[in-house]
């Protein structure tokens, strides 16, 4: 069972979430509804930050060593006499680092991508269809639901 409080302005809102944690409901049983994003209600209700970040992080780091290693090897593998075919060209140090900044930047931004997007699914849990959607629409107006714990 749970119990629903519709607002018309975000003031009261704010007011109702304040009163209800401040009378002892449990923060993990209010479900909070907007229609615009409303300040300061992640630190009423005491939640803590997204965890995605570090997952974009991770993938940016990992796509960075990633193209340089990459642009490394290659030169390594061709330019060395010996080890390769040793090939140089244009009188070029084989380990010039500027060009290969480019190739690292795009892998960061691709593995950054790919790991937020990976980290964000994985968070929330997702693709959970049947929860896309909240079962009550309440259109514009701000929503307080509380679930009764039995």
């Known amino acids: 069972m749970s119990r629903e409080y519709l607002f018309d302005s975000e003031h009261s809102f704010v007011e109702k979430l304040k009163e209800l944690v401040a009378g002892g409901v449990l923060p993990e049983s209010i479900t ?80 950054g991508a790919l790991c937020t997007l990976l980290g964000f699914l994985l968070l929330a849990r997702m693709p959970v269809f049947s929860r896309l959607w909240p079962q009550k629409e309440f259109g514009n107006r701000f929503a307080i639901v509380v679930e009764e714990s039995k």
């Open 32 to 111: 909070t509804y907007t229609p615009v994003p409303v300040h300061g209600v992640d630190e009423i209700l005491k939640r803590r930050s997204s965890l995605v970040k570090l997952f974009t992080l991770f993938g940016g780091l990992t796509g960075c060593f990633t193209g340089y290693g990459f642009c490394l090897y290659t030169v390594y593998r061709w330019a060395v006499p010996g080890w390769g075919w040793g090939i140089i060209t244009g009188g070029k140090p084989p380990w010039s680092i500027p060009p290969y900044t480019i190739i690292a930047f795009e892998l960061m931004v691709l593995f």
